[in-house]
């Protein structure tokens, strides 16, 4: 047998213990950065799901508006008389899908990705606007077309009872 190196044998437990403390640093120091590591995916996680919970918050604005101004078309397609009510009834509800698609314009404003789906929604909302244009145009061209024929059918009463009146000899001297 071999006799013991004190010297040997303490400068062994001396290599040991520093590589069992700086093995044990290293573990803990990896640790920290795993754990700092989840924390700072969890903050992004985070604002991206704000992020995606305020599309869908504007999304959610944009189907309301959408679905307020389909309604309100589906009832200026109800009217079929003209008179002077039913022509309020219907600026009112023109200026209502006006407001909707001013309200649409102003959260796509708003909204600082320009998602295919954000820029359909823009093209909606420029389409609804000029059809809400035309239908204005429709109604008072229509109203316009009634008046006349209102106008026209007066005219032909009067010149119908002044033929009558002539043809009867009321005017003869």
Same mark, same amino acid.
């Given at each position: ?67 307020l101004i389909i309604s309100k078309l589906n $009832?200026?397609?109800?009217? #079929?008389?003209?008179?002077? +009510?039913? %022509?309020?009834? !219907? ?5 209502? @899908? ?37 239908? $204005?145009?429709?109604?008072? #061209?229509?109203?316009?077309? +009634?008046? %006349?024929?209102? !106008? ?5 009463? @009067? ?15």
């Amino acid at each position: 047998m071999k006799p013991v190196n004190e010297k040997e044998l303490k400068r062994s437990y001396i290599v040991f213990g520093v590589s069992f403390i700086v093995l044990a640093a290293f573990s803990i120091m990896c640790l920290s950065f795993f754990f700092g590591t989840q924390r700072y995916e969890r903050q992004l996680l985070q604002e991206r799901a704000d992020l995606a919970d305020q599309v869908l918050a504007k999304r959610r604005d944009i189907n309301t508006q959408f679905d307020l101004i389909i309604s309100k078309l589906n $009832d200026l397609s109800r009217f #079929t008389q003209i008179n002077p +009510e039913e %022509m309020d009834n !219907q600026a009112i509800m023109l200026q209502n @899908v006006q407001d909707a698609v001013f309200k649409v314009n102003e959260i796509l404003k708003q909204q600082q990705l320009h998602t295919p789906s954000f820029q359909l929604y823009q093209k909606m909302s420029d389409d609804v606007s000029q059809m809400a244009g035309i239908q $204005d145009s429709l109604f008072s #061209t229509r109203f316009q077309l +009634e008046s %006349m024929k209102a !106008q026209l059918d007066a005219c032909l009463r @009067v010149n119908r009872s002044a033929g009558d009146k002539l043809s009867l000899g009321l005017f003869r001297h």
